[in-house]
């Protein structure tokens, strides 16, 4: 004989109903199919409930979770009470590209054996998620991670957690960078040959600046450490057009799959020619191969040069086209050749300055026909306003200015574009409007590498644009501004949050093929609804459509299980 199904039956007798767990076993001999009683549960209405969730749990054990049901009343369903919905698509995709460079076994590492009542990593995680999906304050985040954003393995969080958190991740700094970079490259097969280095800045709204540090602690803050404790805030050269307000200097190197691989902050008085030093000393401390670093025209220094080639690296600079205080035209700019057109339309021409000699440097001139003709057009629009201020100022010739003359001659934009007659007559210089006509689309760049090819270089330099969308992003995704620290150490520790969640959010686009916002868009409606039961709390994820689970497929993941908490059947809540 052998068994062929198992199943409840009910019998009645005696005006009762009883219940017993059967299964029907096949006579070899006559074939007949005979019900075999394995165990009695007894009467139905006295029916041991307790002991029938223990078998139901018991068996539930060797179910996949999505198939695992909350538990039941015998003979009704089990009333569940909606209590809130968190959303978990986001988090979910940033949860696993942080998981997956292996930054949780990062932190275990660094936190070493040194006891935190509080989850550090995961209260990391938190703020870096906040960045890429609803900057806020760090105070905000308390509510966010309580009712709004389910994060794995944090259900709350105080905000003087997060500050111990940032410290930490600020001691470490240095350590988190290098191991983040080495993981970012092996697991992403990045290449690293050439990096891109560009900067940015970000204001407080505060009224002055911070002091002026001592000399110690300048050096401190040069080497990217925490002790100019009171000159971070400075005022200097501002990219946001606010030169009235303290800022921080920020600067990103990026590889050419734009992704930024590492980033440094500085007082908001230092320029960029002055940073190369520690950039290059912080690359070569992760003992890379040869690398070409692709810098603006706001890096370039004969110094900076200098230290750019040595250990046998290189560099592609942005170099001016006019020098000197008269502004003559670049002497590379002067060189006849021809030129060659990229599939772009871009045209260059390579150009050896001092060639024969140990001066000797490597130009290409590129002009870009698209360019040229914004340009043209920009300058036919400013020649055309010029003219208009021209002729409401009448007749200066022998007549003192006026205030709004001087006003033009001063105009940054109008007033190089005039020249003054002897009798005091303003004109405009038709010979300056066929000069810079002649540099229209045009822009020079060198390198030091006399192996790359000339559209290499060319295209090296224009990849620099990549660079530029990550100051974009730091400043209309992330959102770095506000900054609402005060303290030197905890600005640092805002803008390396905002670093990590900058390279999550680049990994994701990269795997994806999709930008940021898109992925978001997509994988939101992705929730977790939080109901109470007679026996616990149950979280329950909506199911993956087509377009989530593409999004997942793209980065390796999983989908997320169906109950994430199941309450224990027996054991009231």
Known sequence: MYRVVMYMRENRSGGHTYVSLAHNERDEGDGVSRARILYNFGRKDRL?????????????????????????????????EFVAAKRLGPALVLDGVWRALGLPEVFEKLLGE???????????????????????????????????????????????????????????HDEIQSQVFWRVKNLFNLE????????????????????????????????????AEAGTRRRGHSKDKRPDLAQVVIAFAVTRDGIPVRCWVWPGNTVDVSMISQVKRDLNSWKLSRTVLVMDTGFNSEANRRVLQGAGDAFIIGE????????????????????????????????????????ARRFVVVHNPKEAERDAARRAET???????????????????TKAACALRAHPSFGRYLRQAKGGRLDIDRGKLAREAKLDGKYLISTSDDYLSTEDVVL??????????????????????????????????????????????????????????????????????????????????????????????????????????????????
């Open 460 to 573: 090296g330099y224009k990849q620099l644009h990549e660079i530029e969308r990550v100051n974009r992003d730091l400043k209309h995704t992330v959102d770095v501004r506000p900054v609402f620290h005060r303290r030197e150490d905890r600005i640092r520790a805002h803008v390396q949050l905002c670093w990590l969640a900058l390279l999550l959010i680049r990994l994701i686009e990269t795997r994806t093929d999709q930008t940021w916002h898109q992925v978001m868009k997509t994988m939101r409606p992705l929730s977790v609804a939080i109901q109470q039961s007679s026996y616990g709390r149950v979280m329950q994820t909506n199911r993956v459509n087509s377009a989530q689970k593409s999004v997942l497929d793209a980065l390796e993941l999983k989908p997320p299980k169906r109950f994430l908490q199941l309450p224990t059947p027996g054991k009231a809540a």
């Open 320 to 359: 001016r086209l006019r020098l000197g205080p008269k502004g003559e035209l670049h002497e590379a700019l002067k060189r006849p050749g021809r030129y060659r057109t990229l599939p772009s339309g871009l045209r260059f021409k390579e150009v050896i300055v001092g060639k024969g000699s140990v001066a």
């Open 383 to 401: 020649i055309g306003e010029l003219e208009r201020r021209l002729s409401e100022l009448g007749d200066l010739n022998g007549k003192e200015h």
């Open 48 to 80: 041991d409930l307790d002991a029938v969730r223990r078998l139901i749990a018991s068996l539930s054990r060797y179910l996949p979770s999505d198939e695992v049901a909350p538990p039941r009343e015998a003979g009704a369903a089990e009333v569940l």
């Open 114 to 172: 040194r006891s935190f009542r509080t989850p550090v990593e995961r209260s990391v995680f938190a703020m870096v998620a906040q960045r890429a999906i609803d900057p806020g304050s760090k105070l905000a985040i308390e509510s966010w991670v309580a009712d709004e954003v389910f994060i794995p393995g944090l259900d709350e969080v105080d905000v003087q957690q997060l500050y111990r958190a940032m410290d930490v991740l600020l001691g470490a």
């Open 192 to 227: 690293v040959d050439l990096v891109f280095l560009d900067t940015t800045s970000t204001y407080f709204e505060i009224e002055g600046e911070d002091d002026v540090p001592g000399e110690g602690d300048a050096a401190a803050a040069d080497a990217g450490g925490v002790g």
